[in-house]
């Protein structure tokens, strides 16, 4: 279904070549600040055309909010968020009709609905995440009230990890990554691959500064289980660890566990290696993971597929495509990370006692 | 909550060291055969004491079916299954009391409900995966009226990956791996460990044997989110990858894309590199994913932490615990993958036109 | 929340005095042909200045498809509709900003909210039914396919019951009634109400003709029980009673039971005293219920009532409103049916082992 | 499904002639006291045997807690109760096998599922309401905490609406009802129609005593319309109205309305019509509804019907039946209140933006 969420939740809905795109969200607190501007600043994120690394499609994906709000504050009516299409080929996606495009959507979705919106990948366009984006920025504002913080970077791309970590840099560079001489060898590979007609993918880390302890369920909703659907649930997403993730699987249990230390009075652990989470709720350390991203499907170079009727057909997709996405999954990834976080704030307010 | 699934549902309780542990599934049709035998094989293979891999500790798990089923058939009731719990040395976990175990839930639990069952770790034990794995039980009855089968093993063991695989190998080896000479030499590994007192961790591969095309959503409900969800929410699990996963982030498009080709007459693609789900929606291919598991956090050795009163303490874990828990997650992540496929399979047939 | 449905899903938004009312539809199957005047055609059912029964308002109302339909059919992906509010004389409400109107939401908003949007109730107004019309629109089409059908007529205007009914009557008289001396005697009640400036209440009967047996569910989700909640979330309603309702009470078992007969093979009952449904499921026979519609709350003559301060004021509601919201309720709760019934149908064969 | 609830959440099972009737509770906050008392005193409000006026069965219906409490206290762990089935005449049933009860569920739960637990109705006996009972048990436990009461009573027997009302007197005498006199009447009237193998039904009135303001939400999900959906699951329910209910339908607006009125600085109404909610939402005045019971469908006297091969037979059901189900009603009426208000206090707190 197109809904995200327990109590805070969203609605998306829209395709890449349709009228619009757009979200409701519902349960949102009432007398929230709340003005247009802390969404594009999100979107504009996310948003084409930012630089070399990011498509050339220009879109200026500008947003208006249709309900929710009242004299500048929420009043606890759905929010919803309309961004209407602008630069829409769809004679671009003409002769893709009746090709399956390799590790694209195309064939999953016509054996499920019988029908495809061949224009642009129609809802498996990752023109859908704006929907999220949006829902994500609300969420932020709930977030900041809290003082909690989500920064996203690019940990990894096309194979090099990268250690240093400044995340000042981050917003300071196109490829969102947290130390400079990483960034430029970076930039150097993906202008390289770009100039092949071909794309890189990467790893992106995310952390949430400053959650509280308690967030989270003990059995089916773990915080890192929900965390993990509402990342995987992100096109070109193929993975997601927790904390030191799949290098735990590595070790001894004497090296991988991470004893408890007081610390001034709070309880902390030596490296913080599960992520911020045991048994599903947080413990109030830091909370980090990340994610697998997969190099943009769509390439210049040509290809080997199939066509609907089964014939062997070769490839070549126009356009103009991002030649890494990572950069603009981040804020994506962000959001998701708000509405996961928003939802289980105040699931874990609804249970508390005091 | 305690709940799993929209339309095939189950429900947890139970408390490690409480009177018994349960499960009630919901949504189940009516009409399919099924008695306790069904039930107790899936649970025989998660429980204790099969073997020096597993942990000492002799306990039946015997299973009773007290509702949903008349006449050897379900009825469309919801089915409760109980299973007693026999073994219970609270004893054991006296002087765990106010000690917060490094890389356990006490500390989080305890943060979050400001009381805690110290009893085994309560309702965080790793025994409250029997009821998912009765729940699991009664979906993969379902699963095979439609011939597909879920098939589980331990593709790396304490760092090692392993690349035979002879499926028919799985059942014959108390490490559930799929190759003899990898077997053995993992045994040894195991066993020099835990005459350290120490544990080891490992990678799962759970392989969906002729899944349907269409399985899976669009958006927030893709195929691989709710299996990453059902997986990371087992205690233990630390990673999710998809397909290639990780090791895709790190490829070239050219390289990562997997062609479309028409195998008489049906569309696979060469190599099934994205694990049988393209934009949310299963293919039709074989589904095959991985998951981390880290190294038992109970183990012998001594440890270094924290008290209830923020003092640092040595820790020495008594009790018989599982040097590896691998081989006994593979029948609980079994089952989580036959929930989400069922819950996916009746989605989808509610939407289906015919 | 503003979501309703399990599978077959309306999410609702805007404000009675915001820039536009939307429902966005989720989970309709793919491939059914639907047009913008299937959902127009019931929207004008409900709009205002359809006669001197209603409203003098003039709203056109008029809809806009803007996601989930390709090449006129649906293509899975949720279909968002929305309707821009034309007619909003904001002014009307200013001198309403401080005061709390009698047996409207403005008091119970204010008080749950912290916040309040005065302008035509904002939330509360009837004008958010606009949503529900246009997602039970969509719902109609998909039980057509099943040959069902839903009608609506008021049984009882002004605390006189109707005991004719010619269902071929209803779309032709503005009170929406089944007979037509009955709607004569109703019309001239009802100008008579009007011209003091008061307003009048009724019953509204739905049946449900051609149902499928097997609908619903026997504990919690009793079709007859999400069929209430359906209709008393809609303002104005009072109480809901299926078949017989209230009237059983008052009778002996024996005079109440329903004894079931053969007709032709069909399994039947004598009278339908229980509304075609039973245990909580359909049984196959024309299900039937009752609602009833308080008289509109807003009246021009001069009401006493208390302002936010606390302190006693005279109040006369200026503005054109409804004699009797009876005839406009009833698309509604037709909606509201449609609905229920789709979510029901799509439950029912996500569950069934064919 | 067999689960009630978003936040506060039981889920049922059970038949009525298996091995035991069971809940789980779920979503409670922890720390609350809890003991296995408090669930039994509401369980002996509704079990069989209490008085002339109900079934002569004897059920000793006792409960057993098996999870969730630790020392007394709440854990924040799902609560299992289980209550083992004792006093189980198959037999009595076996002459029912083939045949279908007049208003009972055997008819269409056989449509449903294809198959039919005949052994005093499976699913649909009123026996799954003890499920219910245990839930709301917990449930009100934490409405003492919020100072909230509720109070249920038989308003009308056999068709007679009683008038005076002294809460006083309900837990006095078997009827349930509200004063000693009507009660004689009542009573009289009950052993005659007891005496002819007849049965009789009524409608029970509930209050919600000290109720917060700002429960309910506006659209869907309207306080009213929970309580109505509650009400309506539970078996023999065939009306809801709240506040004036019906009777507002035949006013004129200018009756109906009620105004608001200062009362030493708190906002009330001049006479409570709208039942303590307006727009979904609680005022802070009592809450107040109606519920119709229809006669016990279970009668002695000889009734025609028809059994599974569609031939009209003469039907004596055997066994001892409620000659009036009211005053057995009104504790899983009240315990399906207290479940939806907590449920609703639960969802107010997580919104609320202190």
Chains 1, 2, 3, 4 share one sequence.
Request: aromatic letters at 6%; hydrophobic letters at 35%.
């Amino acid at each position: 279904m197109n809904t995200l969420g327990n109590l805070f939740r969203i609605t998306s809905f829209g395709e890449s070549h349709g009228t619009m795109m757009g979200v409701v969200i519902d349960g949102c607190p009432s007398n929230i600040e709340l003005n247009k501007k802390c969404i594009q600043d999100e979107l504009d994120k996310r948003k084409p055309g930012q630089s070399s690394m990011t498509t050339e499609r220009k879109e200026s994906d500008t947003c208006e909010i249709v309900s929710g709000i009242f004299e500048g504050k929420t009043t606890g009516a759905p929010i919803a968020v309309l961004v209407k299409n602008s630069n829409m080929h769809s004679a671009d996606y003409e002769n893709l009709k009746d090709v399956f495009r390799p590790s694209h959507a195309d064939a999953s979705f016509f054996k499920k609905y019988g029908i495809r919106d061949h224009r642009g990948g129609g809802r498996s366009s990752g023109r859908e995440t704006i929907s999220r984006v949006m829902g994500g920025a609300v969420a932020q504002e709930i977030l900041k009230q809290h003082n909690i913080e989500i920064i996203g970077f690019a940990r990894s791309i096309g194979g090099e990890m990268f250690e240093n970590v400044d995340e000042s840099f981050i917003e300071k560079n196109p490829l969102r990554m947290a130390d400079e001489s990483s960034f430029k060898r970076a930039l150097a590979h993906v202008e390289a691959v770009k100039a092949e007609g071909d794309s890189l993918g990467g790893i992106v880390e995310i952390r949430i500064k400053n959650p509280p302890a308690g967030l989270g369920a003990p059995v089916f909703d773990k915080l890192e289980a929900d965390l993990a659907k509402a990342c995987m649930s992100v096109g070109a997403v193929k993975g997601f660890e927790i904390g030191e993730g799949f290098s735990l699987s590595a070790k001894k249990g004497s090296e991988a566990n991470d004893s408890f230390v007081s610390n001034s009075g709070s309880l902390q652990t030596e490296r913080n290696a599960n992520g911020g989470i045991l048994g599903g709720i947080s413990t109030g350390e830091d909370i980090w993971f990340r994610v697998a991203v997969k190099p943009t499907s769509s390439i210049s170079k040509p290809q080997k597929t199939v066509n609907t009727k089964g014939e062997a057909v070769d490839l070549e997709i126009e356009g103009r495509h991002d030649p890494i996405i990572v950069p603009r999954v981040i804020p994506v990834l962000e959001a998701m990370t708000a509405l996961v976080l928003v939802d289980h704030l105040m699931m874990n307010k609804a249970i508390s006692n005091d």
